[in-house]
């Protein structure tokens, strides 16, 4: 891959960086924040692939800037969840909206709409940050660091299999989406680009899966900062049953992930599957 590929992939990548970011900043609707964070990660994953060409491997990365403003709509979106959680499942339990619990997360969301537009101008438009990327990039992108990144895939098979608790599925989570958003370069170099390990369907399958499984640790986490003594008895109650229940649900979606899991054959995959064409 030359530079001038790379540098086109980058461009085209803060074009959609900059429209979802307007639009997120704009009005925090869910949709343009999960689109914005969505480019983002795309981009990070693909200098993860360009950082093969670097002596130490973490040469290329997004700007301070863009970690900081993906980490604060990523607290919107969380809050964003637990609403949409909270009003499902009174819907589902028949129970009453827990008023005071609902106050709560709307003034986070507030706070945190606040801190988001006091941090950065919402006319932003990541400039210096394509600038900053782009500078750094290096001549080519070359065979040897392709092995070097299928052999960073190598060890993270071996490491994640047999296991499946929550870390260890978050490893599992991110080295998928390292293929799965890298696969466009890695699938002209390998000997068998049909592999399950490579197959978009498959990948795209188990990070919905895992999306799932993600909002419901979310959900989880954020239940349990609630200072349930400002509630009265019938929302502490409520509050304490939703966590049940969110529990029930993550061991629920945890099975299915191993179940996942199992389906790919991992754990006795091949990895030559995984090698270089000559």
Known sequence: MKQE?????????????????????TTFEAEDIFKFRSEVKRLKFFLHLVSMESEDGLSFHITRRMKIIYGYLGIIQNFHLQLKEASEYVKKSSKPMPVAYINMLEKELENWKKLSKD?????????????????????????????????????????????????????????MEDIYYNLPFLKPYLINPQSILLDEKELSEFLCLFGNFQDKCTAAAILQTIKVDALDGQEKQLIKQMADDLLHEKKEINKQLAVKLDSMHIAERNLNELSLQE
Do not use: V
Request: hydrophobic share 35%.
């Open 5 to 25: 590929e790379m540098s086109e992939f980058i461009k085209n990548s803060f074009k959609s960086i900059n429209e979802y970011f307007h639009k997120a900043i």
């Open 119 to 175: 941090y950065i101008d919402p006319d932003y438009n990541f400039l210096n940050d394509e600038y900053e990327i782009l500078n750094t990039l290096p001549d080519k992108f070359t065979n040897k660091s392709t092995i070097s990144f299928i052999n960073y895939l190598h060890f993270e098979i071996r490491e994640m299999s047999g296991h499946q608790d929550e870390e260890a599925l978050n490893d599992i989570r991110k080295f």
